[in-house]
C-alpha cells in the first residue's frame, strides 16, 4: 500500500481538519476522529525517519505520544498525538519571555532531549516553531524530520537544520551528536530572552553564561548532555 492510499482508508474513520504542512515530500494533516472527536496529527514522509519508530509508545511529558508507525511502499506513516497548543515562536510573534518563562521552556525542552539522546536520537532542529505550548502549559518538543540516530561516522552526509540554530558540525564540518543539540538550546534560550541570534547579542548574568558554553563552537567545550544543562539552569 502507499502513502496516499493509506490516508485515503483513514479519511473514512476520521476527517480531515487541517494541512499543517506540506513541504519536501512530507504531509502534515491535523484529523478528527468521526465518532469520538478526538483528533490526532498524521505525518506522511516520502522515506523512513527512524526516531518515530524509537519513540513509538515512549510515555513523556515533553514530547508527544507517538500511536503508530507504518512502513508502507513509497514511505512512512506515522500517527501522533494532536497538542492544542501554541508555539513558542507564535508567543514570540508579540513579546519576549522572562526569565522564568524561559528556563521553564529550556528545562522541558532538556527533558525531552534527554529521552531521545538515550535512544540514540539526534533531533537537529531545535528552534522556537518546534517547541509547543500546550493550555495547560506543558512544553512539547516536535518535529523529528531532521533527526538522525547516532553512529560513528567521521562527519554527517546529509547537511540537516535551520540556520542560526545549526551547530557548526551540522555544516558538514564534523558529525552531530547530543552536543549539537546542545547548541541549538543554547540559541533557543537566548532568542527566548532578548529577541536576538546570540552572535548579535547575549543574554545578561547567568543565562549568558549558559548561553556561551551552550554554544561554544569546539563541542568539546558545551556541556555535554541535556542533564548538564538542565542541572546548570
Excluded at 511529558?61 to 497548543?85: F, M, S, T
Excluded at 538522525?148 to 555544516?171: C, H, N, W
Excluded at 558529525?175 to 549539537?180: E, I, S
Aim: neutral net charge; charged residues 25%.
Amino acid at each position: 500500500m502507499k502513502n496516499e492510499e493509506y490516508i485515503k482508508k483513514v479519511l473514512q474513520t476520521y476527517s480531515l481538519v487541517s494541512a499543517l504542512s506540506r513541504k519536501n515530500g512530507c504531509e502534515v494533516l491535523q484529523l478528527r476522529n468521526k465518532k469520538t472527536g478526538k483528533d490526532l496529527v498524521l505525518r506522511s514522509f516520502p522515506h523512513p525517519v527512524a526516531a518515530y519508530e524509537k519513540l513509538q509508545n515512549i510515555r513523556c511529558a515533553n514530547l508527544p505520544e507517538i500511536y503508530d508507525v507504518l512502513e508502507l511502499d513509497d514511505g512512512q506513516i506515522v500517527l501522533e498525538e494532536y497538542i492544542d497548543g501554541i508555539t513558542v515562536a507564535q508567543v514570540m510573534e508579540t513579546e519576549k519571555y522572562r526569565p522564568s518563562g524561559a528556563r521553564k521552556v529550556l528545562l522541558g525542552v532538556c527533558d525531552a532531549l534527554t529521552v531521545l539522546h538515550d535512544r540514540g536520537i539526534i533531533h537537529r532542529d531545535v528552534k522556537p516553531e518546534n517547541v509547543l505550548i500546550d493550555n495547560s502549559g506543558r512544553v512539547v518538543l516536535i518535529d523529528f524530520n531532521a533527526s538522525r540516530m547516532e553512529s560513528f561516522a567521521s562527519k554527517d552526509t546529509v547537511i540537516m537544520g535551520t540556520v542560526g540554530y545549526a551547530s557548526p558540525e551540522q555544516l558538514g564540518l564534523s558529525q552531530t551528536d547530543a552536543r549539537t543539540d546542545i547548541y541549538a538550546a543554547g540559541v533557543l534560550y537566548n532568542v527566548l530572552l532578548t529577541g536576538q541570534h546570540p552572535s548579535v547579542i547575549i543574554a545578561s548574568g547567568k543565562p549568558g553564561r549558559i548561553v556561551r558554553k551552550c554554544t561554544a563552537v569546539n563541542p568539546d567545550e558545551r556541556y555535554q548532555s541535556a542533564a548538564e544543562l538542565w542541572s546548570a539552569l
